[in-house]
């Protein structure tokens, strides 16, 4: 998404850059990535321009409308396709899919277990630590909303929530700079990348990661030069910014 982002914003050639990131995602054959992709693409779409125009949005209702006939009609076969699906092979997109959710169930038992006789938290880096009380298992979390509920407290879980409002403001920041010709990033591909963030937190620690951290800085430094480029410093609102007036 960042890539796409950096494309969107004028850099046409960095476009390329799409095809062998994409090859690399389904190489490693994880769902979660899979799953982040798609909700990413979701809020793309969801963020994008004149989508929701009455005209959009009657048609999202009939092809919604006939999903919900095709699963009504065909949901037995439908849920032993699924069942399939996600029973087979790590290699195949959507497999092991149950393997994968049955583990998690079993650390974030974990959790709860942490949260409610450790309200304030276990400690970072301290989550199953000696081995699960209820799994014995010695993983992490496995989930950037539950890892820090269980070591930081409902403190921690707000400071991430936060971080991710924080990341949204940034964003509008950016949008509102583009009629002031600052566009150094694609607004929607940002809000594709914010929604891939929320949905693969789900089921990743992302904080653990350097480059989740690097992308987080990227949008804050564009913010940060939307803010000098199209404030004010008399107060008076956005202004021009100052290659412009120039």
């Known amino acids: 998404f960042v890539t796409w982002a950096t494309a969107a914003g004028g850099r046409p050639v960095v476009y390329l850059g799409l095809a062998p990131l994409l090859i690399g995602i389904y190489a490693t054959h994880s769902n979660g990535a899979l799953m982040s992709l798609l909700g990413g693409v979701g809020v793309f779409a969801a963020a994008h321009p004149g989508v929701w125009t009455a005209r959009r949005v009657g048609v999202l209702l009939v092809v919604a409308a006939i999903g919900l006939a095709v699963v009504g009609g065909w949901h037995d076969q439908l849920q032993q396709l699924a069942?399939?699906?996600?029973?087979?092979?790590?290699?195949?997109?959507?497999?092991?899919?149950l393997k994968g959710a049955?583990?998690?169930?079993?650390?974030?038992?974990?959790?709860?277990?942490?949260?409610?006789?450790?309200?304030?938290?276990?400690?970072?880096?301290?989550?199953?630590?000696?081995?699960?009380?209820?799994?014995?298992?010695?993983?992490?979390?496995?989930?950037?909303?539950?890892?820090?509920?269980?070591?930081?407290s409902v403190i921690g879980l707000a400071g991430w929530l936060g971080v991710l409002a924080a990341l949204v403001a940034m964003v509008g920041r950016l949008r509102a700079a583009v009629r002031h010709g600052y566009r150094p990033f694609g607004i929607e591909p940002l809000y594709g990348l914010l929604g891939a963030i929320a949905v693969h937190a789900l089921v990743v620690e992302?904080?653990?990661?350097?480059?989740?951290?690097?992308?987080?800085?990227?949008?804050?430094?564009?913010?940060?030069?939307?803010?000098?480029?199209?404030?004010?410093?008399?107060?008076?609102?956005?202004?021009?910014?100052?290659l412009e007036a120039a």
């Open 83 to 97: 069942m399939e699906r996600f029973s087979g092979s790590r290699t195949e997109v959507g497999g092991a899919a």
């Open 102 to 152: 049955d583990e998690r169930l079993n650390v974030w038992q974990d959790v709860l277990h942490d949260v409610l006789h450790h309200p304030t938290g276990v400690g970072p880096g301290n989550f199953n630590r000696e081995g699960g009380a209820v799994s014995g298992d010695y993983h992490a979390a496995h989930s950037e909303y539950l890892g820090m509920l269980a070591e930081r």
């Open 206 to 242: 992302l904080s653990h990661f350097r480059h989740t951290w690097l992308v987080f800085a990227l949008i804050a430094a564009a913010a940060a030069q939307a803010a000098a480029l199209t404030i004010d410093p008399a107060g008076s609102g956005l202004a021009e910014p100052a």
